[in-house]
DNA sequence: CATGAATGAGATTTCATTCAT
DNA sequence: GATGAATGAAATCTCATTCAT
C-alpha cells in the first residue's frame, strides 16, 4: 500500500524545525503537556519521523536547555564588553527594543522544573548561571557601576530574576505587561540613584 | 475480612488537608506532574476517597487558586494601610524575615499557565492582579512614592514581578539566592533615588 | 459517564489468574509476541487492571520465572527422595503418566533467553539449575545409579536437557510426538544397560 | 553533496550476506526482538537496501527455515551412508568434534514457534522432520540397531529431541553443559545395552 | 543498487475517574 | 466516609515498510 510522505529535508533542517517546534511547545504549554505528536505535525510531520530525528522527548529537550543556555550566555557575554548598564541586559535579552518574541527564549519555570529534575542538566544549568553573573559582573564594572555599598552578585541575580519575572507574567498575561516601560523603569531608578551618581559621572548610556 | 481505613475526619478537615496536600506538590511538582493518587496519599488517603470531597481534579486547582489569590490579595491589603515601601511587599509576600516557606504560595509558573488556560479562572486571575495592583498603589502613595516621574503602576508591576523572578529562583536553585539580602537590595535602591529622596524625606520604616 | 466494570475478585485471586494468563500466553507465542491486552483480557479485563496488579511487563515476567523454576525444584526435590530412576524424573516432570498440560512448565526457549537477558533472572536461573541436578544427583545415587564410569552431573545434565528437547517437540509439533512412549524408551535404555545392571540387582520401579 | 554507499555487490552476494547476518540475530535474539535495521547494519547496509534484496521480513524467514532444514536433512541424509550409531548424528548435528559453532543451526524455539505459525512452513517442516527420521532409520538399521523391542522411529525422535535440549542449553548456559561429554554419555548408554549388545556384536565406531 | 527520511500501525505505560462493597 | 479493584483515553515509543533521490 502507498503513503503519503511529507517532502523530504536534511536531518540538520529537521532538526531546527523541530527543536524551534518543541520549543514554543514547551513555553506555551509547559513539557508535560506538550506531546510528540503536536511538535511532530507543527511541522507537517509524523510522531514517527520525529524518533527519527530525536532518541526520545527528553533528548529534545536537553538539546532545547542547552541551547537556550547557550544562546543566553552567548548574549550576555557579548553585551558585557560594551559597558553595558544592568537595564542593557534585560533590553537585549527581551531582544532589542522592547519587541518580545515569545518563541525566542524559554524562561519558563515549567522548563525549569523539568530541567532541575534532571542531575545532568541541573549540574549544567547552574554553572551557566554562574557564567551569566560573571559576565554580567564584568559588563556593569567596566561602566561604572561598581560600588561599595552594593555586592555586584547581588545586583546580577536581581536582573535576572527580574527578567524571569517580568518574562512570565508576559507570557501569561500578556495584555497587563509593558515590557519596554519595565526595562525603562529599571533603567532610571539606577540612573538617578545617589549609589553609582558619583562613580558613573554622566550616565548617557 | 476487615481493611484498614483512616479515621473519618470530617469533611472541612479533610478538605483542608487535601487542598494542603495539593498546593505543595502542585508548587513542587507542577499541576501535571501530579497525581490524584499523591494527593490523597499524602493525606493517608486513597484516591476514591479524594472524590468524595473534590469533583475531580481540576476543581480542586480552582479551589486552590481562589484560595491563594485570596490569601494574596488579603496580605497586600493589610500591608497597604502600614505605610509600607515596595521592599515592604516583598518582604511581607516573603513571610516576614526572610524565611521562605515552600508551601505556603504556590507561585509557579506551571500553576499559572494551567489556570490562564481555564477562562473562568482567568477572569478571576485577572482582577485579582488589578486588585493586588491597586493594593500597592494605596500603599505606596500613601507613604511618598507618588513621584510624576514613576507611574506607580508600573512599579507595581515590577515590585510583583520582581517577588515572582526571586521566589522561582528560590525555588529552583535555592543554594544561589538569597532572599534578605535581595529584599535589602531592592529597598537600598529606592531609598538612595533622587526620584523618592526629597519627596519622601526621611525612609525609615 | 458510567463504565462496566468486571466482577472485582482480591488482588490475590487477580495475580493469580493474570500470572496463569501469562504463562500460557508466553508458552505458546512467546514474550514479545505476547501483549499485556492479550493477557488482561484472558481473564476478563482491561489494561489498566493489569498495570494495577503488576508493575509492568516484565515483572510479571520475573514472578513467573521464579514460579516455575520453584515449581521445578520443589518438584525434583520430591521425587529425588522417592528411590527414582532418571526416567522417574521425566515421568513426574511431563506431570504424571504422560498427560501434558501444555500450561504447567513453561519450559520455553523464548522464555528462556528473554530470562537470560536480565543478569538477576540469569543468576537465579543458574542457581536453580544447580539445585535441580544435586536434587536430581541425590534421587538416583540412592537407587542404585552410582557407577564409576558414569558421571551423574552428565547423567542430570543428560536428562534435563532431554526433556528440554522433548517438551519443545511436543509444544511444536504435538502430533509427532509420542511422550510416555520416549520416557519409555529411556527408562528401558538404562535399565537394560550393564553399567547399572550388576549394581542395581532387579529393576523393578 | 555525495552519500556514503557501500560497494555495490551482486544481488546473490548480498542476499547470502544478509541471510547469514538474518540466521545469527534470529538465533541470538529470536525473530520478534531481531530488527530489520540491524540485519542489514551487520553487513553494512541500511534498511532501504534490506528491501531491494528481500520482499519483507517474513521472507528472508522463509528462506532461512528452508536453508536451515534442508541443511539438517542433508548432514543427516550423508551420514545415514555411513553405518552410523545415534551418537554419530549428534556429533555430525554438532559439527565433529564437538566444536559447536553457535551460527550454524538455528534451532531456536522462537524460530520454531514463529515458523509454526504460518501453515505453508508448518507442512515444510513436518515433512522435513519426516525425513530427518526416516534418514536415521535408515542409517541405524544398516548398522545393526535394529531391535524389536525398539522402536527406530521413538529413537530417532529421542535423538532428535536430545540434541534439541543440548543445543539449547548450550545456547542458553554455555558453561554448564560439555558437549562432547554428552554425546560420549548418549553413545556409552547405547553400547553398553543388552538391547543392541547381542544383536551388534563388536560396536567400535 | 543503495540511501535515509518518512509513515503508520501497534505495543507499553500512565492516570483521572468510576463504582461495588 | 473510605477502600481498592477496575476502566479507558491518551501518551510515549518501536519498527516493518515505503519511496524520492
Partial sequence: MSIKQSPKLSA??????LLSSAQKLFLKKGYRRTTVDEIAKKVGLTKGAFYFHFDNKEHIFFD??????G??????KEISSQN??????LRVLFEEKGECRS???CYNIDFWVQ????PKIKRYMNNSFKKVVDNFIDGVSSSGYKNSKINLKDLAVFTFSLFDGLWIRHVVQPSIIDIPAQIELFDTLLKNNYLFKNKRGNNEK
Same sequence: chains 1, 2, 3, 4.
Fill in 12 to 17: 540538520e533542517k529537521r532538526r531546527e524545525q
Fill in 64 to 69: 532545547l536547555v542547552k541551547l537556550v543556555l
Fill in 71 to 76: 544562546n543566553y550566555m552567548a548574549k550576555t
Fill in 84 to 89: 553595558p548598564s544592568p537595564a542593557d541586559f
Fill in 103 to 105: 518563541d525566542n527564549f
Fill in 115 to 118: 530541567a532541575m529534575s534532571i
